[in-house]
């Protein structure tokens, strides 16, 4: 049971099934047996395109790799999820402007993600990820990349997100 709002890190050695456990909440994985209850909706009972709807509209996913789309600006990138919504992109770039600029990028909006460093591509997926507004934060190893100095950064930023969502991070 998580609660609605916090940071929740989820640690142990490799292949114990943290990254599992992340998909089954996300909705990834949908082989199991038992029930996972979010907002007392059972995940196993939701149709293909109902979990894909979970998904979209309850969470954002922040990854090691980050998975940003290469030769397309920072701005581009954090406004992608509103393109997947169907949203006028357009509506949406003072909100990705106001996200660049609470994590330090506000003048990076234009640049192609290829140019920045490892660092800066995760702010990018941490504003991407907040873009729809997600109630959940899933972060795998968001910090597994980056320098120690980037890390603490990057743990800061995550911290300051789960004052109003739940965050949780293997």
């Given at each position: 049971?998580?609660?609605?709002?916090?940071?929740v890190?989820?640690?142990?050695?490799?292949?114990?099934?943290?990254?599992?456990?992340?998909?089954?909440?996300?909705g990834?994985?949908?082989?199991?047996?038992?029930?996972?209850?979010?907002?007392?909706?059972?995940?196993?009972?939701?149709?293909?395109?109902?979990?894909?709807?979970?998904?979209?509209?309850?969470?954002?996913?922040?990854?090691q790799?980050?998975?940003?789309?290469?030769?397309?600006?920072?701005?581009?990138?954090?406004?992608?999820?509103?393109?997947?919504?169907?949203?006028?992109?357009?509506?949406?770039?003072?909100?990705?402007?106001?996200?660049?600029?609470?994590?330090?990028?506000?003048?990076?909006?234009?640049?192609k993600?290829?140019?920045?460093?490892g660092?800066?591509?995760?702010?990018?997926?941490?504003a991407?990820?907040?873009?729809?507004?997600?109630?959940?934060?899933?972060?795998?190893?968001?910090?597994?990349?980056?320098?120690?100095?980037?890390?603490?950064?990057?743990?800061?930023?995550?911290k300051?997100?789960?004052?109003?969502?739940?965050?949780?991070?293997?």
């Amino acid at each position: 049971c998580f609660p609605n709002k916090g940071l929740v890190c989820l640690l142990g050695e490799s292949g114990c099934g943290k990254t599992t456990l992340m998909n089954l909440i996300a909705g990834l994985d949908t082989e199991y047996s038992g029930e996972i209850l979010v907002d007392n909706v059972k995940l196993n009972t939701l149709s293909e395109n109902d979990l894909c709807n979970y998904r979209k509209d309850y969470t954002g996913f922040i990854f090691q790799d980050y998975h940003l789309l290469s030769g397309y600006s920072v701005i581009e990138n954090v406004v992608y999820p509103s393109a997947l919504k169907g949203d006028k992109v357009q509506d949406d770039i003072p909100q990705a402007k106001e996200l660049l600029h609470k994590i330090g990028l506000s003048d990076k909006t234009e640049e192609k993600v290829q140019n920045l460093s490892g660092g800066q591509k995760q702010r990018v997926a941490i504003a991407r990820a907040l873009m729809k507004d997600p109630k959940m934060i899933l972060a795998d190893e968001p910090t597994g990349a980056l320098d120690r100095r980037t890390s603490t950064e990057i743990m800061e930023i995550l911290k300051e997100i789960s004052k109003t969502k739940l965050v949780i991070v293997i």
